[in-house]
């Protein structure tokens, strides 16, 4: 094996290949791999004891026979200041003896480096570092949406049944509550999707900040008020939330942007103090949250709107601040920031007042008039069938479910239905090739493609319409009477 080269110089463009025993002895690494992890028998001298025992592990797993994948390693190289990110992938190889038994004789890991070489500019590292997070963000993606639609189908099941005068009002409140803290992550995930793909949000509506920044006061109330309290710490709250006018934006995003600045100013105070909200109209429409925290240095000021730049060290992600910079642009809004070591932050918000702006009325609608469907519902995702299945037979449709294209395609050749519902990532089958195969056999039966997945593309000649997760059953249900 060779010496470690010049640092850097082998995996800028390269892949990392190496290949063990199913004990976890080195056999064979190509230059790249040396250059990172070392050439010595133990392939994981270079790892924090934690992230050692983590990679044996992956090695047992794969001598198991299982395909390990998408791990991540943080290497701490001399070097640099933060360790490189490495992403790992464990493929057991298999070898078939006389008798027909497959047995594992070694593994093969292959992987790449998820940051930047020392000799990139600036500009290519933060550019990169924004790549990495997207790629990572992405991945995630389709899970957390697939999350929150059983938060939100379950919810809305227990609002149904909430109007029992049994039930007690509060249980109301707090499903609601609930209820908003789900939309609003699925809008967060939104907005993530945008800001990686570079869209602009384009849909706004006149909104009143003195009431939007009440609802982040009740959703933020544990973090600021109860949580403070049983560890003894005293956190007062000051509110002058004066009439303004409205402002054109997203109540969601908004609402992202002052929860995250109550809980900075939270954090900032970890032996009480004072939180004060504020609203004002001043060259524009004026938010303003303080506290008489911490404080932030000039050079950490300057720097705290920068992606991936955090002072929190392991707890902090560096995107919270830069995703609400990117909001309040978005809103033709300027921040500035004030803040004095010892002595606290102050945050003003200022956004253009909206002209002869017309709110958009609230979603919730009458219920109307509805036709009853047969329907065939395809998701590999167990949650969302269930509670799917159990909303769309609320509302008087006759629903059965299947977990995988093969399976529809079984219960389609002895069953009709009058419109299908289909995800898109699925094993053995994704939803758009079901959707194809269902097309050749119904021409005319509705297709709906109801996913999670960040590229949905556009509906094609065989989806008659796209829904993303999580879903509201207001909407699935006005699109299901539209198309039958």
């Known amino acids: 094996m060779l010496n470690s080269p010049e640092p850097f110089a082998p995996f800028e463009p390269e892949l990392l290949v190496a290949t063990c025993s199913p004990r976890g002895d080195l056999i064979a690494a190509n230059e790249a791999w040396q250059a990172l992890l070392g050439a010595t028998a ?17 090695v047992e797993e794969a001598a198991a026979g299982h395909l390990v994948t998408n791990q991540i390693f943080p290497v701490q190289m001399a070097e640099r200041d933060e360790p490189l990110p490495v992403l790992l ?20 890991i292959s992987g790449e480096v998820l940051a930047e070489p020392t ?4 500009s290519q590292t933060q550019r990169h570092r924004l790549e990495t997070l997207g790629r990572m963000t992405m991945g995630i993606a389709h899970d957390f949406n697939n999350l929150l639609s059983g938060i ?20 109301t409140e707090h499903l609601t509550t609930i209820e908003k803290a789900a939309l609003d992550g699925a809008a967060l995930v939104k907005k993530i999707q945008q800001y990686i793909r570079q869209e602009k949000q384009t849909l706004f509506e006149a909104l009143d900040l003195p009431s939007l920044l009440q609802d982040c006061i009740l959703f933020t109330r544990p973090y600021w008020y109860n949580e403070p309290r049983r560890q003894g710490i005293d956190i007062q709250l000051k509110l002058d ?13 908004l609402r992202e942007v002052f929860v995250n600045l109550i809980l900075n100013a939270v954090q900032a105070m970890p032996e009480g103090g004072q939180l004060a909200l504020s609203t004002s109209c001043h060259d524009g429409v004026q938010v303003r949250v303080a506290d008489t925290g911490l404080g932030m ?7 705290i709107f920068e992606p991936l730049f955090t002072t929190k060290g392991e707890h902090g992600t560096g995107m919270g601040l830069a995703v609400s910079y990117g909001i309040i642009q978005e809103h033709e809004g300027t921040v500035d920031v004030t803040s004095k070591l010892g002595e606290g932050t102050v945050f003003t918000l200022t956004f253009p007042p909206a002209h002869d702006a017309v709110p958009v009325p609230d979603e919730e609608t009458a219920d109307l008039p509805s036709a009853s469907a047969r329907i065939l519902l395809v998701d590999d995702e167990k949650m969302v069938r269930a509670v799917l299945t159990k909303l769309l037979t609320l509302r008087g449709h006759e629903v059965e479910a299947a977990a995988s294209g093969p399976e529809a395609l079984t219960i389609t050749d002895s069953n009709g239905f009058d419109l299908v519902i289909v995800d898109q990532a699925m094993p053995e089958m994704n939803g758009r090739e079901l959707a194809h195969i269902l097309r050749g056999r119904f021409p ?6 109801l996913t999670g997945d960040t590229e949905v593309g556009e509906p094609g000649d065989d989806i008659d319409i796209i829904l993303s997760k999580p879903f509201q059953i207001n909407e699935v249900e006005a699109t299901i009477q539209k198309l039958i």
């Open 42 to 58: 133990d392939a994981w001298a270079h790892l924090s004891p934690e992230d050692q025992a983590l990679a044996r592990q992956c």
């Open 89 to 108: 992938h464990f493929l057991p190889v298999h070898l078939i003896d006389e008798e027909g038994r497959s047995h594992v004789r070694a593994i093969t």
């Open 119 to 122: 000799s990139w500019t600036i």
């Open 152 to 171: 939100l189908g379950y919810t809305e099941l227990l609002k149904t049944f909430a109007v029992s005068p049994t039930v007690i009002a509060t249980y």
């Open 241 to 253: 939330l004066n009439e303004v006018p409205s402002v054109m934006g997203s109540a969601s995003e």
């Open 297 to 303: 240095s000039e050079t950490v000021r300057k720097r």
């Open 444 to 449: 005319t039966m509705p297709i709906i493609l």
